[in-house]
């Protein structure tokens, strides 16, 4: 039994004597009721999640195979074939696994009364997108959450420091999951979770020791854990840990992790390592490169050159780099996705009554502006929004029933706003 100075019986858990808490005295030691009824607390939790199964909402026939799934992606994201095979084929895996572990558990246990021996254990596969900004990262990952009807949470790294400095604790990626999840353990820890900016978090310098290094590789000394499946005790409501506060136990080992990042400055890391000169900075070299996409040959020694941690680079096995958008991919990102910009646009309309047509013209104007602002397939909405925002703002209301889109009009509005 721990005691005091003055023999008094203190609490074997947190150490408070009589006069501070109401002890519970056995015949091996004292235990204060506030410890009893937070350990009660925690038990109650683990049976509950334990207990509930986990459903995905399809069987292990139903779950489209990549092929499916990359036909389904193409209905919403234009071009980057090669993400999507990617993100397909560890999307596939990672559920595949989670439905037939049950079927995996009952064969083992089948296996072991039979003298059989024991299955392989199948490992997830996080993903890695390298690419420019507004190509389609973060919509690739939340495009196959919501058709495999599981949680998403999207999270920004630049705003994590490491344990005990001003920022956010990285277990603050699991809360917004659990959020989404209406705080269902079971189901949260089936989710999928995009990290972008993950190349914010680089090491700053190669030599660490010479000052700490708190948004940079502490982060990912702390990620490293979480991605690769352990049990991480969440703040309920976010924001600081405190020895008072109740946490959530989370698993993450079935949580598959996509991260996402621009990389900027990587392409001269992938052409050193290709014995690629550089000489001067005419626009015929920087043509020259464009043309080349050096991010096609990125590899994970490039990663640990730009300032992740070897480590790090070992838990996301799966890297897919994604193209620029050239002139004809964000034509058709206004027009031929089943949420393409334009029908959005077309939607809020006729919810007025107000019937919206836009002349072609207009559309190739639109695309020449993005790509003059090298803002990617987001640039595309920001104009959409500049030319439509004094119809919207006009027309509810005023009895008009058509609204006509011309190049001069849209010029006109652009320039009002550019």
Do not use: W
Not at 8 to 31: K, N, Q, W
Not at 75 to 90: C, D, F, M, T, W
Not at 235 to 254: A, C, F, L, W, Y
């Amino acid at each position: 039994m721990k005691e005091k100075e003055s023999n008094r019986p203190v609490c074997a858990i947190c150490g408070r004597g009589d006069e501070e808490c109401t002890l519970i005295r056995g015949s091996i030691g004292c235990v204060c009721t506030d410890c009893v009824a937070q350990i009660n607390t925690f038990l109650l939790s683990r049976q509950e999640a334990e207990a509930k199964p986990f459903h995905l909402g399809l069987t292990t026939e139903e779950l489209m195979p990549p092929v499916a799934l990359k036909q389904a992606l193409d209905r919403y994201v234009i071009g980057q074939e090669r993400a999507k095979r990617y993100l397909s084929v560890a999307v596939y895996n990672h559920y595949k696994r989670l439905l037939s572990r049950e079927e995996e558990a009952t064969k083992k246990k089948k296996e072991k009364q039979e003298g059989g021996s024991v299955r392989v254990e199948i490992e997830k596969s996080n993903v890695l997108f390298v690419g420019p900004t507004g190509v389609g990262k973060t919509l690739l990952a939340s495009t196959i959450a919501r058709m495999l009807k599981v949680p998403f949470a999207l999270v920004d790294a630049t705003v994590f420091t490491q344990a005990g400095y001003v920022g956010e604790d990285v277990e603050s990626i699991l809360t917004r999951l659990l959020q989404v999840a209406d705080y269902d353990v079971s189901t949260a820890e089936h989710g999928i979770i995009f990290i972008d900016e993950i190349d914010k978090i680089g090491r700053k310098g190669d030599n660490p020791s010479i000052t700490r290094d708190v948004s940079g590789e502490g982060v990912q000394q702390a990620l490293l854990k979480i991605l690769e499946g352990t049990n991480v005790n969440v703040p309920p409501q976010g924001g600081r840990k405190h020895p008072e506060q109740k946490m959530i136990s989370v698993n993450t080992r079935d949580i598959l992790f996509i991260c996402g990042g621009a990389f900027e400055g990587i392409d001269r890391i992938i052409a050193n390592r290709m014995n690629r000169k550089f000489i001067g900075y005419g626009n015929e070299e920087k043509k020259q490169l464009q043309s080349d996409n050096l991010l096609q040959y990125i590899a994970p020694q490039d990663l640990r050159a730009f300032g992740l941690i070897p480590e790090l680079v070992g838990r996301l096995p799966i890297i897919a780099n994604l193209e620029p958008l050239d002139r004809a991919a964000l034509r058709d990102i206004l027009t031929k996705p089943e949420n393409a910009i334009v029908r959005q646009y077309e939607e809020l309309f006729r919810l007025d009554g107000i019937r919206m047509t836009i002349d072609d013209a207009v559309l190739d104007y639109i695309v020449d502006k993005a790509i003059e602002f090298k803002l990617g397939a987001r640039g595309l909405r920001s104009l959409c929004e500049a030319i439509f925002m004094e119809g919207m703002y006009s027309l509810p209301q005023s009895g008009a029933t058509e609204l006509h889109i011309t190049p001069e009009y849209a010029r006109e509005q652009l320039e009002k706003n550019f």
